[in-house]
């Protein structure tokens, strides 16, 4: 694995988008649940192909690759595809940073998700936005990928932290995001965050049918943070399961884990017992 320094901000390949791929999903089983591999960034970075291994036989279905995986050769991303189809597990999508969406990057990145089996290569963040227009301009910019991506068959998706639930000028840039994007653009709805600002995330869904394809299965709670497993924070999970599942379009869940006091890897089975015992 190429040696890179870690940083925070990649189980249908569906061809349906939306309800469709949800109910699809459905009539084949259930919805799969796969783990944002920052969850296990420490692990990942000392030894890639065990870790993965090490989620596959916990019962993940799928994985995503965070914004380092940027700096890998196609020669290596071959390598981790032959693992990921070894395991019986994909890699839904990856989590990227603005690099992978400027006119340099953004061919690497199509070529890479592309040997990955990939289907959405996700912004995580957009830096520094100044104002209302200035998230009209990430929309456009998210539109333009799309169109890039489309011969590909890939597709941009947006992911959201605090700040896009913050209103400016009363209105909140996700808003922006959502009204200004078109469908062919994953909203990928990060729940803690959400919730941690007061935001209500199955209203959220309700609200953007078809678009909430991946959802970042990450809880919070007042009194400890992120550093909560999955299920024991406040998030509504059987209410979020509900409205992905019947209005959102939701293909696959992602979870994610900040911290906590044991193990990352011990945590990343603890969530997932929890996602079971909530979800079915």
Not at 120 to 127: C, E, F, N, R, T
Not at 128 to 153: F, H, I, T, Y
Request: with cysteine; aromatic share 8%; glycine share 10%.
């Amino acid at each position: 694995m190429p040696s890179h320094p870690l940083s925070r901000r990649g189980f249908f390949a569906l061809t349906a988008a939306g309800p469709l791929a949800s109910a699809v999903a459905r009539a084949a089983g259930s919805i799969p649940v796969g783990l944002e591999l920052y969850s296990v960034r420490d692990e990942l970075h000392k030894d890639l192909m065990g870790t993965v291994r090490a989620v596959a036989k916990m019962g993940y279905q799928c994985v995503e690759f965070f914004s380092p995986y940027f700096a890998w050769t196609p020669d290596y991303t071959k390598q981790v595809r032959k693992l990921l189809d070894d395991l019986g597990i994909r890699c839904s999508s990856t989590h990227n940073g603005p690099e992978s969406f400027t006119p340099e990057g953004l061919p690497k990145a199509i070529e890479l998700n592309s040997i990955l089996g990939s289907r959405y290569i996700v912004l995580a963040s957009a830096g520094r936005v100044q104002g209302l227009d200035g998230w009209k301009a990430v929309a456009d910019s998210l539109n333009q990928g799309a169109e890039k991506m489309k011969s590909a068959g890939l597709q941009p998706g947006y992911h959201n932290h605090q700040l896009e639930f913050k209103p400016i000028e009363d209105k909140r840039p996700i808003e922006v995001l959502a009204e200004n994007t078109t469908k062919d653009v994953m909203l990928q709805l990060d729940v803690g965050t959400c919730v941690e600002v007061g935001s209500d995330p199955a209203a959220w869904i309700d609200r953007n049918p078809g678009r909430i394809r991946s959802m970042h299965c990450k809880d919070w709670s007042p009194a400890k943070g992120y550093r909560v497993l999955f299920g024991d924070g406040v998030a509504p999970w059987p209410k979020l399961f509900q409205v992905a599942e019947k209005t959102g379009g939701i293909e696959f869940y992602l979870i994610e884990q900040e911290g906590y006091d044991l193990p990352a890897l011990e945590t990343a089975q603890r969530c997932l017992d929890n996602f079971r015992k909530l979800h079915g």
